[in-house]
T-cell receptor
């Protein structure tokens, strides 16, 4: 069974469109994250949610809106896509710092290409 | 605040040779340190972690890393490289929050 899954794996769209990426984890973790990996492979956190509550928002444009319907799911909606949004987006999960566990488990990534 | 510096964006070794990937960290609190590996077009896989227990940490696929507080380092080693080790390796730190701060990555190439 896949621990952290994302859909879709590839997403090609035009500037100005709105798109969503979905993430699900079956590890029973309380905390989920979104990371962005740019073309130079640099990874940077965007958001984290603990049990459906937003706890980290790293100065991401408000065109990006995460939504967590339950603690097993964290979706990322992006409005008015721009060329600079092209990247690989990774979802991750962990038991969370409140439990004393810090390692995060990553999904396979979604490669977003904006044309 | 935390940061990670990975020295060497590319490392090339021959199959069977020692692998050494360097990572130095900066942290205002006791750090938790991680090495992740990313194979082409895949997600990140946790290789090993340091969470203030033993300073020499063993991970998967024969990799290990040693936490040296005096040198603020957490270098990754493997005694004998395999072709299958070719990938991108990321060092990461966390501590006062649960977000991971990643280094810029080191691409490991293994030549036959």
């Amino acid at each position: 069974d896949t621990a952290v899954s994302q859909t879709p794996k590839y997403l090609v769209t035009q500037m100005g469109n709105d798109k969503s990426i979905k993430c699900e984890q079956n590890l029973g973790h309380d905390t989920m994250y979104w990371y962005k990996q740019d073309s130079k492979k640099f990874l940077k956190i965007m958001f984290s949610y603990n049990n459906k509550e937003l706890i980290i928002n790293e100065t991401v444009p408000n065109r990006f809106s995460p939504k967590s319907p339950d603690k097993a799911h964290l979706n990322l909606h992006i409005n008015s896509l721009e060329l600079g949004d092209s990247a690989v987006y990774f979802c991750a999960s962990s038991q969370g710092v409140y439990s004393g566990s810090y390692e995060q488990y990553f999904g396979p990534g979604t490669r977003l290409t904006v044309t | 605040a935390q940061s990670v510096t990975q020295l060497g964006s590319h490392v090339s070794v021959s199959e069977g040779a020692l692998v050494l990937l360097r990572c130095n960290y900066s942290s205002s609190v006791p750090p938790y340190l991680f090495w992740y590996v990313q194979y082409p077009n895949q997600g990140l896989q946790l290789l090993l972690k340091y969470t203030s227990a033993a300073t020499l940490v063993k991970g998967i696929n024969g990799f290990e890393a040693e936490f040296k507080k005096s040198e603020t380092s957490f270098h990754l080693t493997k005694p004998s490289a395999h072709m299958s080790d070719a990938a991108e390796y990321f060092c990461a730190v966390s501590g006062d929050t649960d977000k991971l701060i990643f280094g810029t990555g080191t691409r490991l190439q293994v030549f036959p």
